[in-house]
């Protein structure tokens, strides 16, 4: 099992390296993004840091719905879905390779680069690592709750535009505790662990629920 597993890991990461694999727009997405709303908000440095962590999360969560209806249609169009299902992998392990190669290559890399992007929303230093941890355990949420979305989608032809309506409300609930355990960690009425934790749960619960149901949307569109 750890051959296909990983032959469909790799196989996925080098497609996203390519030009226009899809890591690469997310990140610029993100970048613009978090460099416009300065702009919208005005030169309130104190409004600015008070609502960092919001404009960090909320980036993160539309960066990674870009192109997320790719996960499962490209191997559809070009035939590679049904020789993943004729395969001896189960399609659940199928899944987990093709929602960690997402998260490697989009959410990732939003979580590494958000201390440079928290100098735009004038974070203060002590808020950043928090806001990293919560990003690194909460965007693995959005690959799997989006793997669902997509794999629903995946043989539609404009799947691209039902994809972030599917999945948008579901995420719901890792921005809010995304957002509050980075809000704790700069001086909030809650201790940081409490969201945090929370949060983790939910990316728990999403990698192993967003796995099964999208093995199982892929069954039913065989």
Do not use: Y
């Amino acid at each position: 099992m750890t051959g296909p597993f990983l032959a469909i890991l790799k196989r996925d990461l080098a497609l996203a390296s390519r030009a226009g694999g899809g890591g690469e727009l997310a990140l610029v997405f993100f970048l613009t993004l978090v460099v416009l709303v300065p702009f919208a908000l005005g030169p309130d440095l104190n409004l600015l840091s008070r609502i960092g962590p919001a404009i960090l999360w909320l980036g993160a969560l539309l960066s990674v719905l870009i192109g997320l209806d790719r996960l499962f249609q490209s191997d559809e169009e070009d035939g590679s879905l049904d020789l993943i299902r004729a395969s001896s992998l189960p399609l659940e392990l199928a899944v987990l390779a093709k929602g960690l190669a997402h998260w490697l290559t989009t959410g990732l890399p939003l979580a590494l680069v958000t201390p440079l992007l928290g100098l735009l929303v004038a974070l203060p230093g002590e808020g950043v690592l928090p806001l990293v941890a919560t990003l690194l355990v909460g965007t693995p949420a959005l690959s799997f709750i989006g793997a669902g979305g997509a794999a629903l989608a995946a043989s539609l032809r404009r799947g691209g535009l039902i994809v972030p309506v599917l999945v948008a409300p579901l995420t719901v609930p890792v921005l809010i505790f995304g957002v509050s355990a980075a809000n704790a960690a700069l001086g909030g009425t809650v201790p940081f662990l409490t969201p945090f934790l929370i949060l983790c749960a939910i990316s728990l619960a999403a990698i192993v629920v967003g796995t099964v149901a999208a093995a199982a949307a892929l069954r039913q569109a065989d």
